[in-house]
């Protein structure tokens, strides 16, 4: 190539360059999804992914991600350093092709098996891209090497700025808030939480996470170091320490099927929900695909076969099916894949086929083994399977009465909901109000036009403790079912549901803001989390918020939401103030309830969203179990605030 072809050649893909990164800034949420926080949060595990890569080449063993006081992040490691020397085609360092070339990622390393990769698997690029300033520092040969960058632009040519013995990259950036407008705040606990998984699902790597915005009270920044030696196995012990196992050890196993590493952890406790959670390269699959129906194909054929041979099941007079391998199961599956297909809304649905029969044989080996080698155990699993079997059999019936009433329109409907008249679902919401007297001044004080009631008679059941028949007969949760319209039961998932004929697009809990309404919130949540995910999933849950003060002076009154709202209010008054706490929603008469809680003009609704369904399971697990930890304080956390009405 001519020097002259060479320089064209260079502008021209420089040009392209800079149309990459004004296309991410243009169009963010095609490479990360969405440029709200989970967008936000992304950016820091696209950072880290290159890191965890690094480690699992066998490169590097310590990650560390620092929030500073900024709200920049930093990710660092002890790898080999992204290499700065020219890039032959490009003409500049590699290091900034990897920073500025949208679309490049770490690609020019053909021996790099590329296994991780966030879940859009954009590159750094687009990190920096969307980041008024990054910084990138490598350590490598004996010298830090630096370059700076503003939206996704190098500032000069990767520079030396002095010698080193360590080795390894370290990144800085400080998103935009220009392209996240609603919050470049960084939440520490969404942060550990994807590390914590990261460290399990990658043993023997120590990731260490700091924020460097709080000190705790020995005036330490808040810190966590993540580090698991025996992997999933682990990760199984975190998740279901809330639980009692009903055998003795985690069954487990690692190893490669067809070329694809396969790793397996399971294990049964005495409840009766089914927590599956798979991942593919680090990401979980929360719509599941080929390696989770491996998974469940292997472990009811192997289970089968055993049960069959011991005779336990020569007296059963009717079929075992499939979910009843499943009851009390909590298991995680996790798979390489080379060149993932991810498929359905979320695109977290595996789609690759040859991944199918690998998990399967391989949980085959591993439960065959297991088995054999413990019988005891054997029999105990079995036995619940059968009791699985039987309580599925009584179940079935309560739920065809729950979809039998379901399919009866108008004349179905539970005596207590107070319906609206508007007939578009879009436009319609449902009030789930704790206890038959709040929820008659919600009655008064709603617009009956577009919002309904169904008021929810003290606590519900605690699904989570409570066997599937026994949720189905319940009289306040087949209200529910009946009051949504939705519908439930596949062949595949006798608990899927039918969200078509869902006749309310918002569905709000209104509990009173005290312990005992939190613990109804928390109850109520919990049967959506097991039993109506997909109505979660899809947006339609939310909370609301009453408030917790009336300060008043005169004829001049205002409501406050927490103490210091409160105090701000008083003394906007300028004192002389009578302050009056809401107890309950009860305490507000019709107009106040409207006024503050109802009408969508004024009110804060919080929608319930799932970010982390591993986490989720735990922390359900945890709060409905025997223990009664702050649940109110969990929630705030986990719902996230929006005021979607605004
Ligand atoms: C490709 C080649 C080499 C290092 C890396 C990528 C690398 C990338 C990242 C991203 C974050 N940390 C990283 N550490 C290393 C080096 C190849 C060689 O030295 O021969």
Same mark, same amino acid.
């Given at each position: 190539?001519?020097?002259?072809?060479?320089?064209?050649?260079?502008?021209?893909?420089?040009?392209?360059?800079?149309?990459?990164?004004?296309?991410?800034?243009?169009?963010?949420?095609?490479?990360?999804?969405?440029?709200?926080?989970?967008?936000?949060?992304?950016?820091?595990?696209?950072?880290?992914?290159?890191?965890?890569?690094?480690?699992?080449?066998?490169?590097?063993?310590?990650?560390?991600?620092?929030?500073?006081?900024?709200?920049? &992040?930093?990710?660092?490691d002890n790898g080999r350093g992204i290499p700065v020397d020219m890039h032959k085609?490009?003409?500049?360092? $590699?290091?900034?092709?990897?920073?500025?070339?949208?679309?490049?990622?770490?690609?020019?390393?053909?021996?790099?098996?590329?296994?991780?990769?966030?879940?859009?698997?954009?590159g750094v690029s687009v990190v920096n891209a969307l980041s008024n300033t990054l910084k990138a520092s490598v350590h490598r040969d004996?010298?830090?090497?630096?370059?700076?960058?503003?939206?996704?632009?190098?500032?000069?040519?990767?520079?030396?700025?002095?010698?080193?013995?360590?080795?390894?990259?370290?990144?800085?950036?400080?998103?935009?808030?220009?392209?996240f407008s609603q919050t470049i705040e960084f939440s520490y606990e969404t942060l550990s939480n994807r590390m914590r998984e990261l460290a399990y699902l990658n043993k023997g790597i120590t990731i260490t996470i700091t924020d460097r915005r709080e000190k705790d009270k020995d005036g330490e920044f808040i810190s966590d170091v993540f580090h698991s030696e025996e992997g999933l196995k682990e990760f199984i012990r975190f998740l279901d320490g809330n639980r009692e196992s009903l055998i003795q050890n985690i069954i487990a196993m690692e190893g490669e099927k067809n070329d694809i590493p &396969?790793?397996? $952890?399971?294990?049964?406790?005495?409840?009766?929900?089914?927590?599956?959670?798979?991942?593919?390269n680090n990401i979980n699959t929360h719509e599941g695909g080929t390696h989770l129906s491996g998974f469940r194909r292997g472990l009811t054929?192997?289970?089968?076969?055993?049960?069959?041979?011991?005779?336990?099941?020569?007296?059963?007079?009717?079929?075992?099916?499939?979910?009843d391998f499943r009851e009390g199961l909590t298991a995680i599956v996790s798979v390489k894949v080379a060149e993932p297909q991810f498929e359905g809304q979320t695109k977290t649905k595996l789609g690759n086929r040859e991944v199918s029969s690998a998990v399967s044989q391989a949980v085959s080996e591993m439960l065959t083994n297991y088995l054999e080698e413990h019988p005891d155990d054997a029999k105990i699993i079995v036995q619940k399977v059968i009791l699985a079997a039987q309580a599925r059999h009584a179940a079935s019936k309560a739920r065809e009465m729950v979809q039998r009433k379901n399919v009866m329109s108008g004349g179905g409907l539970p005596g207590k909901l107070s319906d609206c008249s508007e007939q578009d679902p879009a436009l319609c919401e449902v009030f789930l109000v704790?206890?038959?007297? $709040?929820?008659?001044?919600?009655?008064?004080?709603?617009?009956?036009?577009?919002?309904?009631?169904?008021?929810?008679?003290g606590k519900i059941l605690n699904v989570e403790k409570a066997m599937q028949h026994k949720v189905f007969?319940?009289?306040?949760?087949?209200?529910?079912?009946?009051?949504?319209?939705?519908?439930?039961?596949?062949?595949?998932?006798?608990?899927?549901?039918?969200?078509?004929?869902?006749?309310?697009?918002? &569905?709000?809990?209104?509990?009173?803001?005290?312990?005992?309404?939190?613990?109804?919130?928390?109850?109520?949540?919990t049967f959506f989390f097991r039993y109506m995910r997909e109505l979660i999933e899809a947006g339609h849950v939310y909370i609301a918020t009453p408030p917790l003060?009336? &300060?008043?002076?005169?004829?001049?009154?205002?409501?406050?939401?927490?103490?210091?709202?409160?105090? %701000?209010?008083?003394?906007?008054?300028?004192?002389?103030?009578?302050?009056?706490?809401?107890?309950?929603?009860?305490?507000?008469?019709?107009?106040?309830?409207?006024?503050?809680?109802?009408?969508?003009?004024?009110?804060?609704?919080?929608?319930?969203?799932?970010?982390? %369904?591993?986490?989720?399971?735990?922390?359900?697990?945890?709060?409905?179990?025997?223990?009664?930890?702050?649940?109110?304080e969990f929630i705030e956390k986990n719902a996230v605030y929006a005021n979607i009405d605004a």
């Open positions: 190539m001519s020097e002259d072809k060479k320089k064209n050649n260079y502008s021209a893909d420089s040009i392209q360059a800079l149309e990459g990164i004004e296309h991410v800034r243009m169009r963010p949420s095609m490479y990360i999804g969405d440029v709200g926080v989970r967008g936000l949060h992304h950016l820091v595990y696209e950072v880290v992914d290159n890191s965890i890569d690094e480690a699992m080449g066998g490169h590097c063993d310590t990650i560390g991600v620092i929030i500073n006081e900024d709200n920049s &992040v930093s990710v660092k085609k490009e003409g500049v360092s $590699a290091l900034q092709v990897v920073m500025t070339k949208i679309g490049a990622g770490g690609k020019f390393d053909k021996d790099s098996y590329k296994v991780s990769g966030g879940l859009h698997g954009v004996g010298k830090i090497w630096e370059q700076e960058y503003e939206r996704g632009k190098a500032m000069y040519p990767v520079k030396s700025v002095g010698s080193t013995s360590d080795r390894g990259t370290v990144v800085t950036f400080h998103p935009d808030e220009k392209i &396969v790793e397996v $952890a399971m294990v049964y406790n005495t409840g009766y929900t089914e927590n599956l959670h798979s991942y593919v054929t192997t289970l089968k076969k055993y049960a069959d041979a011991s005779g336990m099941l020569d007296k059963l007079k009717f079929e075992i099916q499939g979910d704790e206890g038959d007297s $709040a929820g008659g001044t919600a009655k008064q004080g709603r617009d009956r036009n577009f919002q309904a009631i169904l008021p929810l008679r007969e319940n009289e306040e949760i087949k209200n529910i079912y009946t009051a949504l319209g939705v519908t439930i039961g596949t062949e595949e998932d006798s608990k899927a549901l039918n969200l078509e004929k869902l006749r309310y697009h918002k &569905v709000i809990i209104m509990c009173d803001a005290d312990v005992d309404g939190s613990h109804i919130e928390t109850l109520i949540l003060y009336l &300060v008043k002076k005169g004829s001049k009154k205002n409501y406050a939401w927490n103490d210091k709202e409160r105090d %701000a209010i008083a003394e906007s008054y300028k004192g002389g103030v009578s302050i009056q706490r809401y107890k309950g929603l009860g305490e507000m008469n019709a107009e106040q309830l409207w006024d503050t809680t109802m009408n969508p003009g004024y009110r804060t609704l919080r929608q319930v969203t799932i970010d982390n %369904a591993t986490e989720s399971d735990r922390i359900f697990s945890m709060l409905m179990g025997d223990e009664v930890p702050p649940r109110r």
